[in-house]
């Protein structure tokens, strides 16, 4: 038997009738009537008793209609499968990221992401931009996020939201006076810095001397995380990316743009070798629009870039 004579045979278990099988089904009543008398010769069992225009069914139909019953809970099962891998609502992704869009951009694209997909499970893991690019190319990751990239044979980086660098400090600081803060501003203050040698150190280290200043500081830490607690305490003042800034914003810390301006770049890494799941890329459109909205909240100064959107389709 084939699957359109089991839904034929479960549709007149359902109405008692040819013609009301005919009806839900959208077909001839000849057609049920056929299909019915084929089944029965196919099987050599007798399916139905007709009486009084309806159709009654054997013991041996009842027994039949459980087990068809169970193939079509299946079905439904199976087809509906088919519409979430569709619509990218069933699975799961791994993602590896810097720590401080982790802990911003990204993790408000997951709360929206996941909100209407109670099928899709996330794994995240947290690395420094050099691990980032290790799980990427070793398969442990299908995506990830940094504020840089040296390059790498294997892994693609397609550049996702343009931001910059701001200022940090504590809410009774006397620069918040200030509408802007530049390197000789902070000639007097406490300064935290990202760790030297890393690439966010680095940019900080090369404003300094672009602006002729002398380079000193009280605290150094890989991360911007790290440095914003540090300026909660009151410690200092410190220059970190604008979506860990701006995402934890609260009364005792101010933000005031860093001139002249030191350009961030967020990009999206996946492997050259292997395609990008699709679950995968509805979580990076996820991922755009959560930058939209940074992008909203810092009035427009910073913005989204088309070309990843465009790659990753």
Not at 36 to 55: C, D, P, T, V
Not at 132 to 157: C, K
Not at 208 to 214: C, N, Q, R
Request: glycine letters at 6%.
């Amino acid at each position: 038997m084939n699957l359109r004579q089991l839904e034929i045979f479960r549709a007149v278990m359902q109405t008692g009738t040819t013609s009301g099988a005919a009806h839900i089904l959208g077909i001839s009543q000849p057609a049920v009537s056929n299909m019915i008398r084929h089944m029965e010769a196919q099987s050599g069992i007798k399916l139905f008793n007709r009486y009084k225009g309806r159709l009654w069914p054997t013991e041996e139909a009842g027994i039949l209609n459980h087990d068809v019953e169970s193939i079509f809970v299946m079905f439904r099962s199976v087809t509906q499968k088919v519409q979430d891998l569709r619509e990218s609502r069933v699975g799961s992704i791994r993602i590896v990221s810097v720590p401080s869009l982790a802990q911003s951009v990204l993790l408000n694209a997951m709360r929206s992401f996941l909100a209407d997909r109670p099928n899709v499970s996330i794994s995240l893991d947290l690395e420094r931009m050099e691990g980032v690019i290790n799980r990427v190319d070793h398969n442990l990751a299908d995506f990830g996020m940094t504020l840089a990239f040296s390059g790498y044979p294997s892994v693609e980086a397609k550049p996702m939201h343009l931001g910059c660098m701001v200022c940090v400090m504590p809410a009774d600081h006397p620069l918040t006076a200030c509408e802007t803060v530049r390197a000789a501003d902070l000639r007097r203050h406490p300064f935290i810095t990202m760790e030297r040698g890393t690439p966010l150190g680095n940019i900080i280290a090369n404003a300094f001397t672009t602006a002729g200043e002398d380079f000193s500081w009280v605290v150094e830490t890989r991360y911007s995380n790290m440095a914003y607690s540090l300026v909660e305490t009151g410690l200092g003042v410190a220059l970190i990316d604008e979506y860990y800034a701006r995402s934890h914003a609260n009364e005792r810390v101010v933000i005031r743009p860093f001139v002249p301006t030191i350009p961030l770049t967020v990009y999206v890494l996946f492997s050259r070798l292997r395609p990008l799941p699709n679950l995968a890329k509805a979580l990076i459109h996820e991922i755009e629009n959560a930058f939209l909205d940074l992008s909203t909240l810092a009035r427009g100064k910073s913005q989204p870039i088309k070309e990843a959107a465009a790659v990753l389709g």
